[in-house]
């Protein structure tokens, strides 16, 4: 636990109004969004600039403080929440949310960690510009924190992950030093590239406090499709299909089962099945260009005809208006809340490569059936890059607690299925506390003794976001 005098020390360099201590103040920053994780604080930080993280993190350092850095929040792994001993700081960057500069010539922006994806987004659309991220979360969610657990999102397809979004970093070290990478170049063959280092470490080897994001041309068309597919086999060469169609334009291609569309109508007001004949499976499929939507909508259509005339679709919606659209995508957004109506939910955010998709689901959904009957699998997601929500509903009448008491359970049968298809058991939530021990299984000796080899070298001390990520031979 800080002493007194640590935690004074530390008040001083943020001031009353960056300083938390009170435990009701505190409670939103000790639990995560699914509940799953409480954890205790010494102390909330809000420090409001790169300056006063640094002179804390020197506290920190010199006194043995360990900090478990936070942006908004969002996460789904536990990366971001103390654990229960109550001798951890948090130092929450949401004070820090300036936008700091937008290069419209250079199609950069610069922001400071705690700007909200929300925010960034509108920054760059504000002078024609998109920056291409995009999460359910985007109105809390923090880039700090995106970039910390190199988030992913429904445009991984056309853009890439967060990581891939980035030209410079601005990081504070374990021991308060500060490395400002912030470079808008997109050739800089000058060694190693550190910023990488610290994309998607969770915190754990340095604090992000700025970015110099990367952005593009805004898109002057986008045309969506809701479509009817008979299997994932389908929907896969559905892919195919729009990809070679439209020559690379497809710039969201999300999969969906129909027990996720029935969750969706049964408890979203105001949503509707798109669709007037069920189908087993469904996609929202979005292409983008720079040329007219007329043009987008013609080469949508051929597409789909294209697919139909294969049997790759059996039906399909084209939305002929931003609201039509936005109800599409409603569908989508809201599948993973709404589970949490229909008792308890088991989740997982596992990556195969695309052409095991189907084969996967298959053999998961069976593994988990035999294991409980009665389970409800709801697999959705990014299937254009191979990430899928495996997502588990508990039984109709089941008990709650029962269930969700079986949840590693049923992480080890769908994680074994992950590994013999030489996938991923973390796509793009992170690794954080739910998954630490786990990795261990999934990666080889050398790859987890790098990890601690990078982690002992940045934080020597051990108090970056300690017991995450990867364990150390000491924990």
């Not at 360099?13 to 509940?35: C, K, Q, S, T, W």
């Not at 059996?314 to 809340?337: C, G, N, P, V, Y």
Request: a negative charge.
């Amino acid at each position: 636990m800080p002493s007194p005098e640590t935690l004074a020390r530390m008040k001083a360099v943020v001031g009353p109004h960056g300083f938390i201590d009170d435990v009701n103040d505190m409670a939103p920053y000790l639990v995560e969004r699914r509940d799953l994780y409480h954890g205790r604080a010494a102390a909330v930080l809000r420090p409001a600039s790169t300056a006063e993280v640094s002179a804390l993190m020197k506290i920190a350092h010199e006194t043995g403080t360990p900090v478990v850095p936070q942006g908004g929040n969002t996460g789904l792994v536990g990366g971001q929440i103390p654990f229960e001993s109550g001798d951890e700081v948090i130092l929450s960057l949401t004070r820090m949310n300036r936008i700091i500069a937008l290069d419209a010539e250079n199609n950069t922006l610069t922001v400071e960690a705690g700007v909200t994806l929300a925010a960034a987004q509108e920054a760059a659309s504000k002078v024609g510009r998109l920056f291409p991220l995009s999460l359910a979360s985007e109105g809390s969610c923090q880039i700090g924190g995106n970039l910390a657990t190199n988030a992913g999102g429904t445009a991984v397809l056309r853009y890439g992950n967060a990581r891939d979004l980035v030209l410079g970093l601005e990081v504070v070290l374990a021991d308060g030093q500060v490395w400002d990478g912030r470079k808008g170049l997109r050739k800089d063959n000058t060694g190693y590239d550190l910023k990488h280092i610290f994309m998607g470490s969770e915190g754990t080897l340095g604090i992000i406090t700025g970015a110099v994001l990367k952005l593009f041309s805004k898109p002057l068309a986008v045309v969506t499709a809701f479509a009817a597919v008979p299997s994932v086999e389908e929907a896969v060469k559905l892919l195919r299909i729009a990809d070679n169609a439209s020559g690379g334009l497809v710039t969201s291609f999300e999969l969906m089962p129909r027990i996720g569309i029935e969750f969706v109508t049964r408890h979203m007001p105001g949503t509707v099945d798109p669709l007037s004949v069920a189908s087993p499976w469904y996609v929202l499929l979005e292409l983008s260009a720079g040329g007219t939507i007329e043009s987008l909508n013609e080469m949508l259509e051929v597409l789909l005809a294209a697919a139909m005339d294969v049997g790759a679709v059996t039906d399909a919606a084209i939305a002929h208006s931003e609201a039509q659209r936005l109800k599409f995508w409603q569908m989508r957004e809201s599948m993973s809340d709404v589970q949490r109506l229909e008792g308890g939910s088991i989740k997982h955010d596992v990556s195969v490569p695309v052409s095991s998709v189907a084969a996967f689901i298959a053999q998961a959904s069976d593994a988990v059936g035999q294991a409980m009957p009665g389970i409800r699998p709801v697999p959705f997601g990014h299937v254009g890059d191979g990430n899928i929500h495996f997502n588990l509903s508990q039984p109709v009448g089941a008990d709650k607690a029962a269930f969700l008491a079986r949840w590693g359970e049923m992480s080890a049968i769908v994680h074994w299925i992950v590994r013999e298809f030489n996938g991923s058991i973390s796509a793009e939530h992170g690794i954080g506390r739910m998954k630490r021990d786990e990795i261990a299984e999934t990666k080889s000796p050398i790859e987890i003794e790098l990890m601690r080899t990078l982690k002992r070298a940045l934080d020597p001390t051990g108090i970056l976001n300690p017991g995450k990520v990867v364990k150390m031979n000491k924990s």
